[in-house]
């Protein structure tokens, strides 16, 4: 069982608000990664960090930036909200190996009204 | 660009019957790859891995198969049950230079079984 955890689980709120989804993992692992997820599709990789104060962007554009202050926590922000950003949000990690199986959170579903 | 895609979208078997989910990938540079089951509401899990060195990998109820020479994955899963309805993912490692390897995934196969 993976200790990755992501809060809130569901978020509704309006546009140009301004939102932090949380992820933390408590297995001490270097890298962590942010996934855009739409219902019945692929997931995108949007956000990822290999370490303390690395963070690199993915393949699939975001208005979105994140930080990584802590080993443990990855948080993904949002300055102003807008409908197009609903969506679901997975974050995952990883330990430092290069070639490792990825542990995901539950996710969070954010809908912007 | 690079990507991982699946070729059916959804599959259906009758509980006990195997199951088989396809994958093509396009990196043939890609050394690593991944198997996903997702079931509603929840994120991804981990089912099975292998690495390029390898043809074949077997788990628990399953196995995966990879041909590096037309870039195709398969995962089999035996004796399918009712709980192993989900949608799946394959996923390959892909090498992004300084900033070290990320998981691509492909766009998922929908597998219903019904009892």
């Known amino acids: 069982e993976a200790d990755i955890y992501q809060t809130p689980r569901y978020l509704v709120i309006g546009t140009g608000k301004k939102i932090t989804l949380e992820c933390s993992q408590t297995m001490g692992h270097d890298k962590m990664y942010w996934y855009q997820q739409d219902p019945g599709m692929e997931l995108h990789l949007i956000h990822y960090s290999y370490g303390v104060n690395s963070t690199e962007k993915g393949d699939l554009s975001s208005e979105s930036t994140v930080s990584r202050i802590r080993t443990e926590h990855f948080p993904l922000t949002l300055e102003s909200a807008r409908p197009s950003h609903t969506s679901q949000y997975l974050c995952?990690?990883?330990?430092?190996?290069?070639?490792?199986?990825?542990?995901f959170g539950s996710g969070t579903q954010l809908s912007v009204l | 660009g690079e990507s991982v895609g699946l070729h059916l979208p959804t599959l259906s078997v009758q509980e006990g019957d195997n199951s088989i989910i396809n994958c093509a990938y396009s990196?043939?540079?890609?050394?690593?790859f991944i198997w996903y089951k997702q079931e509603s509401g929840k994120g991804p899990q981990f089912i099975i891995d292998i690495r390029s060195n390898m043809d074949k990998r077997q788990g628990q109820r399953v196995t995966v198969l990879l041909n590096k020479t037309v870039k195709h994955l398969s995962l089999q899963i035996a004796a399918t049950q009712p709980g192993d309805s989900a949608v799946y993912f394959c996923a390959e490692n892909i090498e992004r230079g300084q900033a070290g390897t990320a998981l691509i995934f492909g766009k998922g196969t929908t597998l219903s079984v019904s009892s």
């Open positions: 995952a990690s990883c330990s430092g190996l290069s070639r490792e199986k990825l542990f």
């Open positions: 990196n043939s540079a890609s050394d690593y």
